[in-house]
């Protein structure tokens, strides 16, 4: 199975500020089929970012993706309140298809 | 608006089978790959599996002795069954539709996701 490792497990950032979330594959993802998702108290994911940095539908510009092969980060530009949740990345290119641990992105 | 939702019980005793429902509202179940999914309390997601309309099937290996996944068209359902189950596989249960496409397909619409609990 393809280990995803993500960090930080806790980021602590203002509105206004940039966020960088990493995620580490332990093995080289096919087609960068690599996608991040966003999750609120409560609620189910939300698709952010499919193909390593294809925005999905109706993602504001201030979300992006990056990376290849092992190595991936999805940045958020300019923090709004909203923006705060836990992020999750996630392999869908290899059986079983597998999640990260996610990164909690707390107001600091 | 497609929508999804989750039934079944929320307690279910160790060595017994779950059994989980998702009705899909607003669409149809065809042409789309429908897909189950877990999440520990405080910890990651976990793919258990998904099944396309016509029913051809894809486990997590980790799972798949002890599950099954069934659609039911004329309904606009599928199914999920764990069968022995321990309080390993407590956590809240998702499905979703695996309706976004670009290779392969991701979810796009989820149900509220329904807890689980195994416990006696």
Not at chain 1, 90 to 96: A, W
Not at chain 2, 93 to 102: D, F, I, N, P
């Amino acid at each position: 199975d393809i280990v995803l490792t993500q960090s930080p497990g806790t980021l602590s950032l203002s509105p206004g500020e940039r966020a960088t979330l990493s995620c580490r594959a332990s093995q080289s993802i096919n087609n960068n089929y690599l996608a991040w998702f966003q999750q609120k108290p409560g609620q189910a994911p939300r698709l952010l970012i499919y193909g390593a940095s294809s925005r999905a539908t109706g993602i504001p510009d201030r979300f992006s993706g990056s990376g290849s092969g092992t190595d991936f980060a999805l940045t958020i530009s300019r923090l709004e309140p909203e923006d705060f949740a836990v992020y999750h990345c996630h392999q869908y290119g290899r059986s079983p298809r597998t999640f990260g641990g996610g990164t909690k992105l707390e107001v600091k | 608006q497609v929508q999804l939702q989750e039934s079944g019980p929320g307690l279910v005793k160790p060595s017994e089978t779950m059994s989980l429902t998702c009705t899909v509202s607003g669409g149809s179940i065809s042409p789309y790959y429908w897909s189950w999914m877990r999440q520990p309390p405080g910890e990651g997601l976990e793919d258990i599996g998904y099944i396309y309309y016509s029913g051809s099937t894809s486990y997590n290996p980790s799972l798949k002795s002890r599950v099954t996944i069934s659609v039911d068209t004329s309904k606009n359902q599928f199914s999920l069954k764990l069968s022995s189950v321990t309080a390993a596989d407590t956590a809240v249960y998702y499905c979703a539709r695996l309706g976004y496409c670009s290779g392969k397909c991701l979810p796009d619409y989820w149900g509220q996701g329904t807890l689980v609990t195994v416990s006696s």
